[in-house]
């Protein structure tokens, strides 16, 4: 067997990929800024709302040009409406600090309804539960 050799084949990672699709240096500075936000979303984490903070899945497949991120912030539709100012303000926040860093941003919000999932007030059913969901894209 001292004839064979050895190959890689699928061990190369996401980062390492996109470290070579996008660039070292590109890659670091967006992690740097994810990791920020990251911070910035958790107080809204701390109060029961569902963060999502990271690539999009085109930057991640390596189809965009450039890299592109994702700040995702959704809840039941009474906490977020109950919340509303601190949602806004986070993203307020957000906007500028990414806006400082030179970096685009595109922002909207909508409702939706849950599959498989109904209200219930006094043991009846009243209806799909519904969700609010915020979103951001920032571009490199």
Known sequence: MRYLKTYKIFESSHEEMMDVHFGVNVIKECDSLI???KDMVLELSDIGLMTIVGYTP????????????????QGDLELCESN?????????????????????????????EAPNSFAVIDNQSIGR??????????QK
Not at 129 to 138: A, S
């Open 35 to 37: 990791a920020d936000i």
């Open 58 to 73: 085109l930057t991640l497949t390596w189809v965009d040009k450039t890299p592109k991120i994702m700040v995702e912030v």
């Open 84 to 112: 509303e100012d601190d949602i806004n303000s986070t993203f307020e926040r957000i906007k500028d600090y990414v806006k400082s860093k030179g970096y685009p941003t595109g922002f909207g919000s909508w409702e939706r």
């Open 129 to 138: 539960k519904r969700y609010k969901v915020y979103q951001m894209l920032i």
